[in-house]
């Protein structure tokens, strides 16, 4: 399993209240700009137990070669800060489609809070992620961006 250690850039690090809840999600994908980076593959984000898939957006092609793509997911039940913090966070794909491996350049995770619902925090920021795919070192298609604490 490949870790890729986030940059210090949590805007949540000061908050301890324990019963601050994590309301939404959105997860920005940057795919890289090198040959064949693109993927149409389904992608998924897992945090603990939950999984999200990525939806079909209608006349869009998401993840492809230098682009950046966002998804919002409602956390419903929310859960708190902290047990995000405690959290496998996981990012993976299916491999389907035609040439499904994919070279990401950068993940950023934003969380909406219970107690400021209207402002989004960069929770963390993921560089340098490279291939998932499997004919790419190294040969996973699944980046375990935040380990269980
Ligand atoms: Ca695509």
Sequence with gaps: MNLRPAVETEETR????PAINVAAVRIEFHTGDVRAAGTDAGVFLRIGQRTFPMPEQHGKDPFERGAKDA???????????AEL??????????SEGR??????????LWVSLSHQPDKGF????????????????????????????
Excluded at 71 to 81: A, R
């Design 14 to 17: 000061n908050i301890t209240d």
């Design 71 to 81: 998804f919002v997911f409602v956390l419903d039940p929310p859960m708190t800060l």
């Design 85 to 94: 913090r405690a959290a496998d966070i996981e990012v993976y794909h299916n």
């Design 99 to 108: 040439n499904p491996g994919w070279f990401l350049a950068a993940i950023k």
């Design 122 to 149: 960069l929770y963390k920021e993921w560089k340098d992620i490279g291939w998932l795919a499997i004919d790419e070192p190294p040969n996973s298609t699944q980046v375990l961006l935040q380990q269980n604490a």
